[in-house]
């Protein structure tokens, strides 16, 4: 299916950080204060994927809690990332992402739930 | 405008701490944001390799008005074939870079899709060095 026929199919989306993390049973570890929106996403464990996308501004989801996640999505203008799987942020990532603005959410779905969940609900993929 | 940061090899907390500071820098100038990011990503690429290969390294960046210059040298095992490390997916980095979400065998070959030259040297034993150029225009 290609992308205009995704789009007849599916609804899209631009969701803000707050219901996404209503729709995923997720803690928002660190806020934002802008009123920022994420229309597509990508889901990875391996951050050499992730340095590899070309779009900006996009949701990562991952189960890969380490500071390098978060390292990733600076150097990659992500500013919104997913810890799947019951992962939890520790301070020094905590601290990355706010010196950088990156809302940083957790929940206890797997990276599969929570992209699915997502999908359905109008966010789209990257490719 | 000319920068030095030293890294410690398998120091993987700190890795990205040069790319970082080099990104507010460049923000600071108002280069593009593209660019920004195509640069700070080929060189955190190349902070990553130092940290889960080499012993030490050292990266010397210089701005120059039309554009970047970062040369990145470490002490280390330096690398064998290099035809067969810029192919993606050939890589010889241990589990632990792996689990750090690394290791995939896809730096260098990112380096250079995010650079406009790129040229390597390296000694087997004793180091390896790259020199990554971006244009601003």
Redesign the interface.
């Known amino acids: 299916m290609n992308d205009k026929e995704l789009t007849k199919v599916r609804k899209h989306k631009a969701m803000k950080v707050s219901e996404i993390a209503d729709l995923i049973n997720a803690n928002i570890v660190c806020d934002c204060k802008d009123d920022r929106e994420v229309s597509k996403a990508f889901a990875s464990?391996?951050?050499?994927?992730v340095?590899?996308l070309e779009t900006?501004n996009t949701l990562l989801i991952t189960g890969?809690a380490?500071?390098?996640?978060i390292?990733?999505a600076?150097?990659?203008?992500i500013n919104c990332i997913v810890f799947a799987r019951n992962k939890k942020v520790n301070e020094?990532m905590k601290k990355v992402a706010l010196e950088?603005d990156i809302v940083v959410l957790e929940t206890s779905f797997s990276v599969f739930r929570t992209s699915g969940i997502l999908y359905q609900e109008g966010i789209k993929p990257i490719f | 405008m000319e920068f030095e940061y030293e890294i410690t090899g398998g120091d993987?907390?700190r890795?990205?701490f040069a790319?970082?500071h080099l990104?507010k820098i460049l923000k600071q100038i108002n280069i593009e944001?593209r660019l920004i990011?195509k640069i700070?990503?080929a060189l955190?690429?190349a902070e990553?390799n130092i940290v889960a290969h080499a012993f030490e390294g050292r990266i010397k960046v210089s701005i120059e008005p039309d554009r970047i210059i970062m040369d990145v040298t470490d002490k280390g095992p330096g690398i064998e074939d290099i035809d067969r490390a810029m192919e993606d997916g050939y890589s010889t980095a241990s589990e632990e870079v792996r689990e750090?979400?690394?290791?995939?065998g896809?730096?260098l070959s990112?380096i250079k899709?995010n650079s406009d030259d790129l040229e390597i040297n390296s000694t087997v034993d004793e180091g390896t060095e790259l020199r990554i150029v971006k244009r601003f225009k």
Do not use: C, H, W
């Not at chain 1, 380490?66 to 996640?69: G, I």
């Not at chain 1, 600076?74 to 203008?77: C, N, V, Y």
């Open positions: 464990d391996l951050m050499s994927d340095l590899t900006d890969l380490n500071v390098q996640a390292r990733t600076e150097m990659s203008d020094e950088n | 993987f907390s890795a990205g790319s970082s990104k944001p990011k700070v990503i955190y690429e990553v750090m979400g690394f290791g995939a896809m730096g990112n899709n």
